[in-house]
């Protein structure tokens, strides 16, 4: 056994260590407590059986999931110093439709959405942002959309308990506006976060979704978002008011 202090004692210093001591067990484990993993991001518990496990299943499994071997057909629409973003169109070969379908499924387990059924599913454009390590880092898919509404911005007076004890992290407005582009899912990889790979996803959306036109803030809407989410599209549109479609009411 091996004996942790958590309180320091106000007499000797020799009794110091066994002043309301905390027995663990030290079984020669590397770490205690929470760790993350440095390639899959996983956070778990290194001393847990069960954690461990866990962290195997995931680790491999998401390893395999962002792969990219690539293709010689591949539609690279925005190249960077540190990686590239390809465009997926339905009707591409099986192979990419594959890549997509592996990644989405890491992202809603990720970010804990149920399968949605794309409105236009002929119609929908997945953009992977692709590292210079070859995986797939971030993902944006998008679809068409006539409307959407405006996020309200929060109440700052006492009302603002029931804003909090709301489960969506957000309200909007019942007055529906015009939009052109939804985004569905919008995902950076865990270990590659603030290096701004999602706005450069949401620029190159911007540029590509429609021939000849880049979208305008006011021209796109966000699926539903997440905390994060919200705090995204916040910082990118450059206002706590934005566009949002596709929720449960």
Same mark, same amino acid.
């Given at each position: ?24 067990? @030290? ?18 518990? &290194? ?17 395999? #999931?962002?792969?990219?071997?690539? !293709? ?8 960077? !110093? ?29 970010? #804990? ?24 880092? #971030? ?42 582009? #939804?985004?569905?899912?919008? !995902? ?14 949401? @620029? ?16 796109? &809407? ?28």
């Amino acid at each position: 056994l091996k004996q942790v202090n958590i309180q320091k004692s106000t007499n000797t210093r020799d009794l110091n260590k066994y002043t309301k001591d905390q027995l663990i067990i @030290d079984a020669g484990q590397k770490h205690f407590g929470a760790t993350m993993c440095k390639s899959c991001g996983m956070i778990y518990t &290194a001393s847990s059986p069960e954690d461990e496990l866990q962290h195997m299943q995931h680790h491999h499994r998401f390893l395999e #999931g962002i792969k990219y071997a690539g !293709w010689k057909k591949e539609r690279v629409v925005a190249e960077f !110093w540190d990686g590239k973003i390809v465009l997926v169109l339905p009707h591409d070969p099986s192979y990419a439709i594959r890549k997509v379908e592996d990644v989405q499924e890491l992202v809603d387990n990720e970010l #804990g959405f149920q399968q949605v059924v794309p409105r236009y599913p002929n119609k929908t454009k997945t953009f992977l942002f692709i590292s210079d390590e070859k995986k797939v880092v #971030g993902c944006l898919i998008a679809e068409p959309i006539k409307q959407a509404f405006r996020v309200l911005s929060e109440p700052t007076g006492p009302e603002s308990l029931s804003s909090r004890e709301c489960h969506r992290a957000w309200q909007c407005s019942n007055v529906p506006e015009p939009a052109v582009c #939804g985004i569905s899912r919008i !995902w950076v990889f865990r270990l590659k976060r603030r290096k701004r790979i999602a706005r450069r996803l949401v @620029d190159t959306l911007r540029n590509c979704f429609m021939f000849g036109s880049f979208l305008s803030t006011n021209e796109i &809407a966000f699926s539903d978002p997440t905390l994060d989410g919200k705090l995204f599209a916040t910082k990118y549109c450059n206002t706590p008011n934005f566009l949002v479609y596709n929720f449960n009411s």
